[in-house]
């Protein structure tokens, strides 16, 4: 449940209320520095942001970037759209290829 002052406002389930009341998730991304042979290097703001807007939703919105780490906010997750179980899929997979 929702409290606020004491009163409780709403009740249900965590999934229920992250469906109602929630403004999506936000993904960390971190970058190690050094550059492993064989893997590309997302050298700037622009392609880090390019590729998640590609990969896991054009809704996205870069929050924060600074040094090699960037914060995006995702949009809420719909059936049939983007889900916790593609981000992370779609992340693991870009480990492979990315530095």
Avoid at 18 to 43: D, N, P, T, W
Avoid at 67 to 93: I, M
Wanted: contains cysteine; charged residues 20%; positive net charge.
């Amino acid at each position: 449940g929702i409290q606020v002052l004491g009163s409780l406002r709403c009740l249900g389930t965590p999934i229920h209320m992250k469906m109602k009341y929630g403004s999506g998730y936000q993904v960390e991304i971190r970058f190690k520095h050094a550059s492993e042979e064989g893997k590309q290097l997302l050298r700037c703001g622009e392609e880090v942001t390019e590729f998640v807007r590609s990969t896991l939703s054009s809704e996205a919105r870069l929050l924060e970037a600074h040094d090699a780490t960037y914060v995006f906010q995702l949009p809420r997750f719909k059936v049939g759209g983007l889900s916790l179980g593609k981000v992370f899929q779609e992340l693991q997979q870009a480990c492979q290829a990315y530095a």
